[in-house]
């Protein structure tokens, strides 16, 4: 870090985007203990099966709350526009790290885009579903029908919200320089030009 | 029972012990001998230690009106107006667990050993491992568990495995008057019901049969139905029940398949790290653009001194 660095998130962000993570990476472990046979140990870190089954819906309507903090705070920079459909054509260019070929990208590219409606898309589906099989509170007033749907529906959802987070984790590995966005806050002018050259000119022009 | 005999067992993907041959046992519903008296109700609640509250009517001889936690077997009672002979029939059919060969509450549910299945056919709960998720009532082709508002467990009727493990019928078949349920291996129940039916048929119910649906592999309760071709008839018994395929694809391939999706991304980063690695920024970039060189020339603390040179 240095001080001629840019702030791409301030500390509120950072404590909402921390604490989305952390009731993930819970309802994501206690989910999963119920997702399949061989995981049902995780369990053991909530307490028991009867535990996970008690606070699992607990854990996801707090992430949900969150996340929908978070992306009503990001919403406005995650709109879809032509050159992010160009991005996306040459998908190619992107996994082989040949940056310069792609078009310009402002303060998220394509890829990040598409995450954050997809996030919001599964984030929706489970807690809808989540409440339907909620069976303490919830369960009683829905058919069977019902029933059954949201439960196939909440593990795809599942499904495409953990696979979601393991590409998205992977990228601040990947993109070296990003993980002290959301750490310290800031990224280095020389990475910003690189990544988001468009974000870099719309800030340093702004000053 | 011992566990050898556990056939099958809830979310457990290995193979469970088979080696002992054991016969199949059924117990066998006769509707035709039915009389609605609910002495099995009482016989159920009496051996089970089941106190249920009392209820509300809802004005049919339903009573209580549907299975509970503590009610786990109703009769249901339905008026039919036969329009072939025009007489007014009055079916009561015994609800409750029908003990399938292929339970969709044991494939449903996530806690291990919270739902078993006897080599004998009996299903049973286990509330000691049952996390109460309710998964097996979704799961369930009949409408049968039921959670407890007490203890949210789930409980249905175990087909008295306590009592037919030491050799005795179940305690409805034992308490019923009329002889309308009867307990033995599958195969004798089946002779029975061929009997009954054939009885049946002589009396004019031409569509008499058995109720054994395959679409769960079979039951290990079944029913004598004067109407086989209609079960719907019976207060929504299901004519062809199977395990719905909404709950086949939830609980079916898919699972192992999606942790293997997920196993792939995270190996597939791995990879990507390992074979085209990580993007650099060159950092060189960033210094030209600073206000302030990065490197000051600090002033040495020992200074090379020229004698020869004038001093200032």
Known sequence: ????????????????????????????????????????????????????????????????????????????????????????????????????????VGRYNAGQKVLFWVLILSMLVLLLSGIVIWREYFSSFFGIVSLRWASLLHAIAAFVLI???????????????????????TVSRAWARKHHP????EITERK | MATQDVIARSATTTERPSIREIGEVAKLIDVSKCIGCKACQVACSEWNDLRDEVGTSNGTYDNPIDLTAESWTVMKFAEYENPGSGNLEWLIRKDGCMHCADPGCLKACPAPGAIVKYANGIVDFNQDHCIGCGYCITGCPFDIPRISEKDKKAYKCT????????????????????????????????????????????????????????GVGGTHVMYVLHHADQPSLYNDLPNEPTISPLVGLWKGVTKPLALLGMGAAVLAGFFHYTRVGPIRVEEEDDKAELSEPVVHQVDPSVHVVDPKEPRP
């Open chain 1, 1 to 104: 870090m240095n001080n001629n660095d840019i702030e791409r998130y301030n500390p509120s962000q950072r404590t909402n985007h921390w604490i989305v993570a952390i009731l993930f990476v819970l309802a994501a472990l206690s989910g999963l203990a119920l997702f399949h046979p061989a995981l049902f140990g995780l369990s053991g870190l909530f307490g028991g099966g009867t535990w996970t089954r008690i606070l699992h819906p607990f854990i996801g309507v707090a992430m949900f709350v969150f996340f929908l903090w978070l992306a009503i705070r990001f919403a406005g920079h995650n709109r879809i526009e032509a050159r992010d459909r160009q991005w996306l054509r040459q998908i190619n260019d992107v996994v082989y790290n040949r940056e310069e070929k792609l078009p310009e």
């Open chain 1, 163 to 185: 696979v979601s987070i393991i590409v998205h984790i992977y990228a601040a590995i990947w993109i070296k320089g990003s993980m002290g966005s959301m750490l310290y806050g």
């Open chain 1, 198 to 201: 468009a974000w870099y000119r």
């Open chain 2, 159 to 214: 087909l008295c495995s306590d009592r037919v493990s030491v050799g005795l019928e179940p305690a409805c078949v034992k308490t019923c008057p009329t002889g309308a349920i009867v307990f033995g291996s599958k195969d004798d129940m089946k002779d029975h019901a061929a009997g009954r039916i054939a009885d049946l048929k002589e009396r004019g119910f031409d569509q008499a049969g058995l109720y054994d649906p395959d």
